[in-house]
């Protein structure tokens, strides 16, 4: 396939960006997204241009590094997918590709199409952690567990960290993530000592980072690669304000 890439260049934070034209062409439909920007970078060494900065480490779906704005999507086009999942059949041949950062007041640009998320770093270790000892693996079946509990807890763990769902809100909101890492926790017995300092300290650590609020608008649950659910947040909102009319006095503050 020969296919038109309409890319972001921004030298840094500081500076303005603007698009840029690239012709991609002899792309293999079998190619992931990931490997066509390689074949792209290539060509842009071999002609003496810079090449395009983009972040990827795993290329499995796992790690959460990969974070492209792609014709008006986070990720792409297809659903459940990470970009580096994403394949070039999913375009077809002569087709403009607009490949975009995540835009964020939260995620500032390092170059590029690379940002900044270590936002979600200092959330996490806000509150994002057990303080009990769990013990080895055959602990793991010491304490029975309810497996709709477990699958939630499981199902929430999912999440990557990727920042999709705040590239998809009009709002630029982390609650999704927020929710997810502290549902994690909270639904199991381990999580119980911290649950609801942990809730107050890791929303504190969000509004403090410049995210946006919640809207239930649901572009972020659409849009979230490993389709994490709207109702970690109504978990989280009821844990929040449970925390706040009854057990506020349990949080440290630390500034905030």
Known sequence: MNLTLKVWRQKNAQTAGKFVSYKA????????FLEMLDVVNESLTHKGDEPINFDHDCREGICGMCSLYINGHPHGPKRGITTCQLHMRTFHDGET??????????????????????????????????SVNTGGVPDGNAI???????????????CIGCGACVAACKNASAMLFVS?????????????PERYRRVQSMVAQMDEEGFGSCTNTGACEAECPKEIKLTNIA???????????????????QGH
């Open 25 to 32: 062409e002899n792309i293999s439909p079998d190619m992931s």
């Open 144 to 158: 029975p567990i309810p497996k709709v509990i477990a699958d939630e807890a499981f199902n929430s763990a999912t």
């Open 97 to 130: 590709i607009t490949i975009e950062p995540w835009r964020a007041e939260a995620f500032p640009i390092v170059k590029d199409l690379a940002v900044d998320r270590s936002a979600f770093d200092r959330i996490q270790q806000a509150g994002g952690y057990v």
């Open 235 to 253: 978990r989280m909102n009821n844990d929040y304000f449970s925390a706040k009319l009854f057990r506020e006095e349990e949080v440290h503050e």
């Open 180 to 192: 997810a890492k502290i549902t994690q926790l909270g639904l199991l017995p381990q999580g119980q």
